[in-house]
């Protein structure tokens, strides 16, 4: 067979794909961090390059109506997902980090925690007033950082048109913590 005719159509690769269960790529770690948590962990996904190209091309078409100009990633799994999917768009990336692990000038927003509080930062300048951006992690718990990244784009002037995730444990309810469109890949029920 010569390369021509065994070159698929996007279209009908996207197609062949689209039955793939991604759920199987993602490993299940228990009592990490700490006993009595189950973590879902991206590595075995990432590792899998059939799995995660469709990871990246499910994401791609359940937020392409969200219409954004700038995906914004939270640290530090919210990267992995966000820089390729905004190079698959023709989009730029931004990076949501912790406190001091950016240079130069930051904005930073504090939120409360079950035990505590936590500030994220982005750099003075990274997003523009009116911009639209689309908050992308990996994994939506129970909404907490996710709506500290909307009202911290929000501080800067961006128009945020929603959020993102490969996975969500959506029997946290973190979804309605949030006031902007939410979508998800996967969803782990209680």
């Known amino acids: 067979m010569s390369y021509e005719k065994s070159r698929m159509h996007p279209e009908k690769l996207m197609k062949k794909r689209s039955n793939m269960d991604l759920k199987q790529y993602i490993s299940e770690v228990p009592d990490f961090p700490k006993p009595g948590i ?8 990432l590792g899998h390059a059939g799995a995660w190209r469709e990871t990246v091309d499910q994401l ?25 999917l905004a190079i698959r768009m023709g989009l730029g990336f931004q990076m949501i980090r912790k406190q001091g692990k950016l240079p130069g000038i930051t904005i ?18 990274a997003v523009q007033s ?7 992690d990996d994994l939506l718990a129970t909404g907490g950082t996710m709506r500290a990244a909307v009202n911290l784009l929000r501080r800067v002037g961006a128009e945020v048109t929603g959020g993102a995730c490969i996975m969500e444990l959506s029997f946290l309810e973190g979804r309605t913590r949030i006031d902007v469109p939410f979508v998800s890949l996967i969803r782990y029920e209680a």
């Not at 009116?130 to 992308?136: H, S, T, W, Y």
Request: no cysteine.
């Open 38 to 45: 189950l973590f879902y962990d991206i590595s075995t996904l």
């Open 60 to 84: 791609q078409n359940a937020v392409e109506e969200f219409q954004p100009d700038l995906l914004a990633g939270i640290e530090s799994r919210g990267f992995l997902v966000a820089a390729p």
């Open 130 to 136: 009116g911009q639209r951006v689309l908050i992308v």
């Open 108 to 125: 930073p927003y504090t939120y409360e925690l079950e035990y505590g509080t936590d500030t994220i930062e982005i750099q003075n300048g």
